[in-house]
Nanobody
Framework: VQLQASGGGLVQAGGSLRLSCAASGRTFSNYYMGWFRQASGKEREFVAAIRWIGGSTYYADAVKGRFTISRDGAKNLGYLQMNRLQPEDTAVYYC???????????WGQGTLVTVSS
């Protein structure tokens, strides 16, 4: 599985960004696609995940109500819509995929999100 994340950038606090994750190499069946982030000096943490079949979604408490994860099964694309961004959301965001929630077996390259105050 190859994953490629895109969509990061610089945004002011309160703004929005949408990240995309393009998947290729195999057909996602009973997989989760997830988003994770790693801020400078911190460990990588779970942000959100979606079950590819069925579309069930899962969120970290820190982003619940502000971020929305979705997917386009026909295009093998995953998305993370991020609204009301705050400086503490600044991090490198990674998309991942695997058969377990809250972790990933396959990783894309990161995309940097910087939120200015």
């Amino acid at each position: 599985v190859q994953l490629q994340a895109s969509g990061g950038g610089l945004v002011q606090a309160g703004g929005s960004l949408r990240l995309s994750c393009a998947a290729s190499g195999r057909t996602f069946s009973n997989y989760y696609m997830g988003w994770f982030r790693q801020a400078s000096g911190k460990e990588r943490e779970f942000v959100a995940a979606i079950r590819w079949i069925g579309g069930s979604t899962y969120y970290a408490d820190a982003v619940k109500g502000r971020f929305t994860i979705s997917r386009d099964g026909a295009k093998n694309l995953g998305y993370l819509q991020m609204n009301r961004l705050q400086p503490e959301d600044t991090a490198v965001y990674y998309c991942g995929a695997g058969d377990r929630l809250y972790t990933a077996d396959y990783w894309g390259q990161g995309t940097l999100v910087t939120v200015s105050s």
